[in-house]
């Protein structure tokens, strides 16, 4: 049995129903005349004291009975008190009392015990658990909110110094302290980590924020793939730049229609560094990304758009010549400063 069901029986407990509770008010008697008694469900200690047998289980179907300890727990499961059931209430007493005392037997009941005991204890730890669980989740909760409103004012997340006895820690994690004083999980949380500090989950660090980032840009390009494909024909318009560290940026830009609002959208897809600025280059990383996003621009793709480099305008080598060859229907527009596609 998996530990599941053995859990489930053993939680279940014996069945040990009382004459009275049986339809003619008594146990069926044997072919001699004998039966079971519920007095047998009891034992009486040397003290006077009696204890119930929770062990001893009695199948009114069958009229015998098992032992659920030695049928959980026990190392022979074959013995006649697993399988076949004791019957001879004759002896019921002493064949009762001499079970009781064998190797198997104490050792399954030994661990019923250790098991009864631990129900209260894995009953509170799934309670904590879940506890911190729905903790854990406020508290990435507010985070998100931070990582949205940084991105949405195109505001830098962290600092030169990010120490907890520094005035200034970066807008990320100050905005992490300020948001604390109203939110209780978040509060209790960063007191967690900065006395365990290494020791307990952090979910403020860089490699945490760089994860939630990732998590919300794919979020969003799951919302534009969806608008995407609703609307079926786009067009798309490609630009390079170089960032404040010299390095070529190549941005890829959709432009369509929703369906649902009848609104024009233009979406920012990807935003890349390139090493090269040729025709094929830009195609292959155009190329890659629409297949990243399952887009099949060879079909839907009306229009293309881009600046007056050479290298994406050129009839022959330029990129929009490259893109007419797997679709003529994508018309191309030179892209100048406040144009259009």
């Not at 001499?98 to 509170?124: M, R």
């Amino acid at each position: 049995m998996s530990p599941e069901i053995i859990e489930y029986l053993f939680k279940c407990g014996p069945m040990q129903p009382f004459s009275h509770e049986l339809p003619a008010e008594c146990f069926p008697k044997n072919s001699q005349g004998r039966s079971f008694h519920d007095s047998w469900f009891w034992k009486k200690l040397p003290c006077g004291e009696l204890v119930r047998r929770k062990w001893m289980s009695y199948s009114r179907i069958n009229n015998r009975l098992y032992c659920v300890h030695c049928a959980l727990f026990g190392k022979n499961r074959k013995c006649e008190w697993v399988c076949k059931g004791f019957s001879d209430w004759k002896n019921g007493p002493v064949k009762i009392c001499k079970h009781e005392v064998t190797e198997n037997h104490t050792f399954a009941s030994i661990k019923a015990i250790y098991k009864e005991a631990a129900f209260p204890l894995i009953q509170s730890m799934k309670e904590n658990e879940m506890e911190k669980l729905v903790m854990n989740k406020e508290v990435i909760k507010n985070l998100i909110d931070i990582t949205i409103y940084l991105s949405r004012h195109s505001l830098p997340f962290r600092g030169h110094r990010e120490g907890w006895q520094d005035k200034i820690r970066g807008n990320f994690k100050d905005l992490t302290i300020l948001l604390a004083k109203y939110s209780s999980p978040l509060a209790s949380h960063l007191t967690e980590v900065q006395l365990k500090r290494k020791h307990t989950y952090n979910f403020i660090t860089w490699q945490r924020q760089n994860q939630l980032i990732q998590a919300i840009a794919t979020h969003i390009r799951n919302s534009i793939k969806y608008e995407l494909i609703n609307a079926k024909y786009f067009a798309v318009s490609v630009d390079t730049t170089f960032d404040i560290s010299r390095k070529e940026q190549l941005s890829i830009v959709f432009r369509y229609i929703n369906k649902n609002t009848g609104d024009i959208c233009e979406r920012l897809i990807a935003l890349r560094e390139t090493l090269l600025t040729t025709g094929q280059h830009l195609f292959t990383m155009f190329n890659d990304i629409c297949e990243e996003m399952d887009i099949d621009w060879k079909k839907y793709l009306i229009g293309q758009s881009y600046d007056g480099a050479a290298s994406m305008r050129g009839a022959y080598n330029g990129l929009q010549a490259i893109m007419k060859e797997h679709n003529p229907s994508a018309t191309y527009k030179c892209l100048m400063l406040g144009s259009q596609i």
